[in-house]
């Protein structure tokens, strides 16, 4: 299923949404589900991110979809206007292009990674209804290696500026990449399909190139399955109420955050 079709389902639950929905039930229906909302914009890191996915994953149809501009051809002359003008497919630089395929080289260079994608399906979509809230949901696995008849390892893809175990760990946090697991988990077993393994494979978006193969610990993989479940039942019940608040109706307790707040045990002195 091309993405545009995929993405064009707004009727189906994605964790995108969910991760909106982890902010507020607000955040959600203002960017999936309004009428009126403006259509997102799509910035040069979802660009580099989308074409590193597509030459990681599927390099035979990347070179069916992106063209290369050539070094130092400006647009503003009368040669690279002909030239753009006669391209049938998506312009990318050759810094851009040069990145995605070292990004490629990265990923291969891991063992784990390397055979995950010498076999298998990548960009499959899978919808299914939860069982518990009865909501229609989907997800769209970077790539499934098959290990038997219904059965997969999943590989996910990720762009990371920073390639530390501290910067992984702070992005599976910011992004909910738990979460993630969880809701494509639920939704590859419900299509009849047992996930073996998850696996993020973490590459850098820019030099020094390098990839890693992470997989969440049992605790951490729970609190996502716990979180996805939390969100799914909240997301049915503003759905059946149409009733989508922020933060609360009414008056919310605030103060200063952890970091900002005096020990009990600070004292302060002053010396003449």
């Avoid at 079709?5 to 994605?14: I, L």
């Avoid at 070094?71 to 050759?94: C, K, N, Y």
């Avoid at 939860?130 to 390892?153: E, M």
Wanted: proline content about 5%.
């Amino acid at each position: 299923m091309p993405a545009e079709q995929y993405h064009a389902d707004a009727g189906s639950v994605s964790n995108t949404m969910l991760s909106d929905m982890a902010k507020s039930p607000a955040h959600c229906y203002a960017l999936h589900l309004a009428p009126n909302r403006p259509k997102r914009e799509v910035t040069d890191a979802m660009q580099a991110g989308t074409l590193a996915h597509m030459v990681v994953l599927e390099p035979a149809r990347a070179k069916q979809a992106y063209v290369v501009k050539p070094p130092g051809m400006r647009f503003s002359t009368r040669e690279g206007m002909a030239w753009r003008d006669a391209q049938t497919l998506q312009i990318v630089s050759h810094d851009d292009m040069y990145a995605a395929e070292a990004q490629r080289e990265a990923v291969m260079r891991v063992t784990a990674l390397r055979d995950l994608l010498s076999d298998g399906d990548s960009e499959a979509s899978a919808f299914w209804t939860d069982k518990a809230t009865g909501l229609r949901c989907r997800a769209r696995p970077d790539h499934l290696a098959w290990t038997g008849p219904k059965r997969a390892t999943v590989l996910d893809l990720k762009t990371i500026s920073e390639l530390t175990p501290q910067a992984v760990q702070r992005a599976i946090a910011t992004y909910g990449y738990h979460r993630q697991q969880a809701h494509y988990s639920n939704g590859l077993r419900a299509c009849g399909i047992e996930v073996e393994e998850f696996v993020f494979g973490f590459v850098s978006s820019s030099y020094p190139f390098l990839a890693v193969a992470y997989v969440l610990d049992d605790e951490t993989r729970d609190q996502g399955e716990q979180e996805v479940a939390e969100l799914m039942d909240q997301f049915a019940t503003c759905q059946r109420t149409n009733h989508w608040p922020a933060f609360g109706d009414g008056y919310q307790l605030t103060g200063l955050p952890a970091w900002a707040k005096r020990s009990s045990e600070l004292e302060v002195s002053y010396v003449d």
